[in-house]
Nanobody, 120 residues
Framework: QVQLVESGGGLVQPGGSLRLSCAAS????????LGWYRQAPGKQRELVAG???????NYADSVKGRFTISRDNAKNTVYLQMNSLKPEDTAVYYC??????????????WGPGTQVTVSS
């Protein structure tokens, strides 16, 4: 049973930074690709960033150059460093096990997510 718990969200001003964490259990963490996804009000969930078992990364165009995904296999944790935050980054952020080049979420049910609100 895969369990994923996100943390680190909060309220920040435009231009600020946050570091999200996702603690995983119930999977062979080191061999899985992982992704961060977000869902804003009224919009569909979208891939924000993905990272493979070899730590190659992929980013949505909207966050490229501002966000960095990383992983610590020893801690079974994946991170999302978010810099230069914009109001349009406001969303609930989720992590999940990802499959394939498109980083399709495949870890079963979504976790609780963590709310990121960017507002002045």
């Amino acid at each position: 049973q895969v369990q994923l718990v996100e943390s680190g969200g909060g309220l920040v001003q435009p231009g600020g930074s946050l570091r999200l964490s996702c603690a995983a259990s119930g999977l062979f963490f080191s061999i899985n690709a992982l992704g961060w996804y977000r869902q804003a009000p009224g919009k569909q969930r979208e891939l924000v960033a993905g990272i493979t078992s070899a730590s190659t990364t992929n980013y949505a165009d909207s966050v490229k150059g501002r966000f960095t995904i990383s992983r610590d296999n020893a801690k079974n944790t994946v991170y999302l460093q978010m810099n230069s935050l914009k109001p349009e980054d406001t969303a609930v952020y989720y992590c999940n096990v990802a499959r394939g080049a498109a980083y399709v979420p495949s870890g079963g049910s979504w976790g609780p997510g963590t709310q990121v609100t960017v507002s002045s």
